[in-house]
């Protein structure tokens, strides 16, 4: 069992930077974000899978370049990196794990194959 807890939200104008942190209990090789914005479905916004030694990260093409994920193991912790926010960046964001047994399988892997969900924290971004 994995337990995932976010924290890092807030409100901040465009063109702005936040840091999401999720603090885990135990790491699985694939793990990622998610948003979700009021009537819409959820969206894988970056994955990061981390076997090989230097692991592998996919983004949305709507976030490329200016969100970052990562991971410090140490600290059982993965967090994602927004510069440059955008009011289309507004939603609730998730981390999530996925049991997985390769890093190639982890990304564009749909969020309904995520086993475990953290309760997420709200991003909102003013024009």
């Known amino acids: 069992q994995v337990q995932l807890v976010e924290s890092g939200g807030g409100s901040v104008q465009a063109g702005g930077s936040l840091r999401l942190t999720c603090g885990y209990t135990?790491?699985?090789?694939?793990m990622g974000w998610f948003r979700q914005a009021p009537g819409k479905e959820r969206e894988g916004v970056a994955t990061l899978a981390s076997d090989g030694p230097d692991g592998s990260t996919t983004y949305a093409d709507s976030v490329k370049g200016r969100f970052t994920i990562s991971q410090d193991n140490a600290k059982r912790a993965l967090y994602l990196h927004m510069n440059s926010l955008k009011p289309e960046d507004t939603a609730m964001y998730y981390c999530?794990?996925?049991?997985?047994?390769?890093?190639?399988?982890?990304?564009?892997?749909?969020?309904?194959?995520?086993?475990?969900w953290g309760q997420g924290t709200q991003v909102t971004v003013s024009s």
């Open positions: 999530a794990a996925a049991n997985v047994l390769y890093g190639n399988i982890c990304h564009g892997l749909p969020p309904n194959d995520f086993a475990y």
């Open positions: 135990s790491r699985r090789l694939c």
